[in-house]
Nanobody
Framework: QGQLVESGGGLVQTGGSLRLSCAVS????????TGWYRQAPGKQRELVAS???????RYSDSVKGRFTISRDYAMGTVYLQMNSLKPEDTAVYYC?????????????WGQGTQVTVSS
């Protein structure tokens, strides 16, 4: 069974940009990355962006127009391009995926990557 691995987080100033990556480690045929969530201190985990199997992207109102989700269909990697970052974007970002084949109906999560935006 595959696992999800996030990377690309870091410290950036207000107005800066970061690009997060979510790759599948192991058996890439059993896990499909589908979206990004984030969790800030004292808050619940919230949906940031998702991508359907046909390429339709959806975003939360707070990031619409600033973030872009995309997928490399050859490698199965999902990206989150974050522009015009604000301090309120500071959170741990998690990649979410769904099981495929015999693992259909199951959800999977990466370990998370920290994004900090300084004011």
């Amino acid at each position: 069974q595959g696992q999800l691995v996030e990377s690309g987080g870091g410290l950036v100033q207000t107005g800066g940009s970061l690009r997060l990556s979510c790759a599948v480690s192991g058996d890439m045929l059993t896990v499909e990355p589908t979206g990004w969530y984030r969790q800030a201190p004292g808050k619940q985990r919230e949906l940031v962006a998702s991508l359907t199997s046909i390429g339709t992207a959806r975003y939360s109102d707070s990031v619409k127009g600033r973030f872009t989700i995309s997928r490399d269909y050859a490698m199965g990697t999902v990206y989150l391009q974050m522009n015009s970052l604000k301090p309120e974007d500071t959170a741990v970002y998690y990649c979410k995926g769904v099981g495929t084949r015999r693992f259909r109906g199951r959800d999977y999560w990466g370990q998370g990557t920290q994004v900090t935006v300084s004011s």
